[in-house]
């Protein structure tokens, strides 16, 4: 038994070790370009329609420049600082392990030279740490938030959000001295990954806990399942508490697509089960490449947190100025205003119907509604074209040139060993205007990782009209990786073919992707995967 942990052990560090090698893309003039148009175009849109007040504070450069970060959230004792200190391959400071509730705060695991621990108060204003929005929730919370920095090299790639327990019972009923669910809203607005972690022998939801989950609403692509402690059950048991737990999650987490849970045992301790490790070690292995793509492809989901940031604030200001519009210029406003309150649920359709927006953009209605309660509406501004059309540009135009500069470690690594008579970039059927007209809408559908999912590229295809079996050829053609996912050049090739079949009416898809239509970076790709429209 010991001497198969050993192995395991051995595996696990030599892919952490991995990940601290791994190059990262910094993209230092991406990030800056992300600062430069978040401040010029954005953010005066932002503080003139108040949307930091209704909506998310606002961002700050450190918040631009910050290492990805991984959210760790679930009941005590489910191994939450295990998992942490399992990462990074020693104690943490000022952590403790136990099975009693021992992790009391809000604990960021950052990199520095000498392990020490920063108050809350005094990390969260330092102008380098992604931190100064944790002032808005008071001195109450900051007394229970600290920064411990280790000397560990996969700190120099990621940061860890070590959280307290979530409570359940009686112990509920106590109450914290802040608002946990708010907290753990504000870093899911900021973090890469969110880990949920269950113990074995703790799968119950409490209400805090689900209340937790359901502000991770719109972050679904961050979120991961982590089935924690597995080793401590054999493999009939193991089934049992899988299907307990998706239970469990099935009436808390309403996504349609099936929650990926990672199945397995985080710490450096021996398996007391070892009939299941052949499973933990692969489960381990999907996790942790999870965890390595996070900094090789941060600049990347920078900018796709920006561009769901700016979704939200075009929403928000044509809902502000549809409401200013709907006030009497002198009398009656007060009566006029109660009555846009009670029929706000209308309103939202007016906007929507109007703007041509869409619903999943809009924020929660009764948060929106408890917010407008302190303003007057007849105080708020009149509709911006000129700023709006700024933002607008932001994102059909400056972000896609934006994403154009970022190129994947991987291809960059392969570029100088490729076959001095393969077909160059050059003779790509799909010319650079075409190309930048594809990826305005490829980073408007929000892309995960620099992908899209079947879920999101099937709306902008099936737009198309076409018939779904010559959508589904059109996919298999496109995916030339075939990962199930679209990557932007990808997703180019797709749109390309469908309006080559939109303008040869009665035409239909090749059977093979024509050599000037595969991306020169995925030449010489292999093959296998599904299709959104099987």
Known sequence: VHGDFTLVLMAATRMKEGMAADPVENYPAVVDGLKELYKTKIKPLEELYKFPEFASPSLEDADFEAKPMVLLLGQYSVGKTSFIQYMVGREVPGSRIGPEPTTDRFNAIMYGPEDRIVPGAAACVQGDRPFYGLNRFGVSFLSKFEVAEVASPILEKVTFVDTPGVLSGE????????????????????????????????????????SIIEVLKGHDDKIRVVLNKADMVNAQQLMRVYGALMWSLGKVVQTPETVRVFIGSF??????????????????EDL??????????????KINELVKRARLLKVHVHLIAHLKAQMPAMMGKGK?????????????????????????????????????????????PKLNPKMLEDMEEVLQTDLPRLLEAIQPVDQRASAGVSNPFDASGDDWEISPSEKEKWDAYFVRMGPVNGKLTGAAAKPAMAASQLDTAVLREVWALADCDKDGH???????VAMHLIQSLKNNPGSVPPTVLPPRLIPPSMRGAAPSAASPFE
């Open 336 to 380: 006029k205003q109660r009555a846009l309150m009670e029929n706000l649920l209308e309103e939202f359709k007016t906007v929507m119907r109007t703007n041509r927006l869409p619903p999943g953009d809009f924020p929660d209605l009764e948060r929106f509604r408890a917010k407008l309660q302190d303003y007057d509406f007849a105080k708020f």
């Open 267 to 284: 710490w450096d301790r021996p398996r007391q089960n070892t009939e299941n490790a052949a499973l933990f070690e692969k489960e381990e």
């Open 486 to 492: 679209l990557t932007s050049e990808e997703f180019a």
């Open 288 to 301: 942790m490449h999870d965890l390595r793509m996070l900094p090789r492809n941060a600049a990347v989901r």
């Open 171 to 210: 112990k509920q009923r106590i109450g914290r001295a802040y608002d946990m669910s708010a907290v753990c809203e504000w870093f899911a607005e900021r973090v890469d990954m969110i880990l949920l972690l269950f113990d074995a022998h703790k799968l119950d939801i409490s209400d805090e806990f689900k």
